[in-house]
């Protein structure tokens, strides 16, 4: 059973265009939510990560979107870039020492310029 | 930073070889992780241990095996390669939020 489910599987955007990831969750004990991104031959690394104690977390040109009660978060990147092409994941864990992390599928991500 | 490093970044084998696939870390993390990743179908986790000398099967453990004599290294097993195990192999560490992948071997079986 997928425990975190991701959509859209692929997405192509316009340079300066706005690109949206969305995820869900079904358990309530999750309590960490990371976004990783992954650039061709590399490992996926941590882009942004947010907790349930708030709705909305910034970094630059990225936003985690977080809505507790519908159990859905999203990535959205402004002004996307050429640069941002890349495979995004979501995640979603509980923070206890042993924790294991459940990731979506993955959306491969391409910014035309 | 945490630093995993994955000893092969490509891997050519033939079927029914016996496959060894390591993975080291350097930040003394309790917690490794093994995935596989196939296009489409994300991130899969195969085995992953808590402690030295201790492993939990993941989500698709079958046709492989781990072991983790030391902390710092976690090796992967494929007893007897076989062509669908051809895919991208991740390793992992954590503590707490602290997730660290490395950078992947590309592991071919012919």
């Known amino acids: 059973q997928q425990q975190v489910k991701q959509s859209p599987q692929s997405l192509i955007v316009q340079k300066g265009g706005i690109s949206i990831i969305n995820c869900a969750y079904e358990?309530?004990?999750?309590?960490?939510f990371p976004w990783y991104q992954q650039f061709p031959g590399k490992g996926p690394a941590l882009l942004i990560a947010i907790r349930p104690d708030v709705s909305e977390k910034k970094e630059g040109r990225f936003t985690i979107s977080f809505n507790k009660s519908a159990k859905q978060f999203s990535l959205h990147i402004m002004d996307s870039q050429p640069g941002d092409s890349a495979t995004y994941f979501c995640a979603a864990s509980k923070r206890a020492a042993g924790n294991q992390f459940y990731f979506g599928t993955g959306t491969s991500l391409t910014v035309i310029p | 930073d945490v630093k995993v490093t994955q000893s092969s970044r490509y891997l050519v084998k033939r079927t029914g070889e016996k496959v060894f696939l390591e993975c080291v870390q350097d930040?003394?993390?309790?917690?490794m992780f093994w995935y596989r990743q196939d296009p489409g179908l994300g991130l899969r986790l195969i085995y992953f241990s808590y402690d030295v000398k201790m492993k939990e099967k993941g989500d698709i453990p079958e046709g492989y095996s781990v072991s983790r004599e030391k902390k710092e290294r976690f090796s992967l097993i494929l007893e007897s390669a076989s062509t669908n195990q051809t895919s991208m192999y991740l390793c992992a560490s954590s503590y707490r939020e602290s997730y660290t992948f490395g950078s992947g071997t590309r592991l071919t079986v012919v």
């Open positions: 358990n309530t004990a999750f309590d960490y």
């Open positions: 930040m003394d993390h309790e917690n």
